[in-house]
């Protein structure tokens, strides 16, 4: 009897000191910050021409992956602006998808001729995502054109929570 006692407490000291590790956690996610300019510029803030975004997001699983997508408008001045609600999205395996300026312009809800600000992606999975930048001059024809892959951030992601992909 003493040995069962010593081994009870033992078992009870283990969990005490060594907590289960099948405790619930938040599970982890990505987010993927991804600049945009969309418009004519006048000049005032940005060289006068006319800029265009375009996003790009690959799903390299092989697996179906949801995300969520957002529009955060930043304002000249250091001035914040409008944040969209965020919209869902999905992805069969090996399938992309492209975010260009009028569906920025269209999740923002702006009619605005220049905007700018980050589109943010936020989903389970791990995503390819470039965005690629071109601006065209007096001419109309284009002069620059810049590819930048987006890293993504690690999440974590409350479970229950409205913003989850």
Do not use: W
């Not at 993927?32 to 799903?59: E, S």
């Not at 284009?142 to 590819?147: A, D």
Request: hydrophobic share 40%; glycine share 6%; aromatic share 8%.
């Amino acid at each position: 009897m003493t040995s069962s006692v010593s081994l009870g407490s033992l078992l009870l000291l283990a969990l005490l000191v060594f907590p289960s590790t099948t405790t619930a956690q938040p599970a982890t996610g990505f987010q993927y910050a991804v600049k945009f300019i969309c418009g004519k510029a006048d000049g005032r803030f940005l060289a006068p021409g006319v800029y265009f975004t375009a996003i790009n997001v690959h799903n390299p699983s092989r697996a179906v992956s949801s995300f969520l997508k957002k529009v955060a408008i930043a304002l000249p001045g250091e001035r914040t602006g409008r944040v969209s609600p965020f919209f869902e999205a999905r992805l069969q395996a090996d399938e992309a998808l492209e975010i260009e300026c009028p569906d920025i312009l269209q999740h923002a809800q702006s009619t605005d001729d220049f905007l700018k600000g980050f589109v943010v992606l936020q989903s389970r999975a791990e995503f390819d995502v470039v965005a690629v930048y071109t601006a065209a001059g007096a001419t109309g024809q284009v002069e620059t054109l810049h590819l930048e892959r987006v890293s993504p951030r690690t999440l974590r992601l409350q479970r229950g929570s409205p913003r989850r992909p």
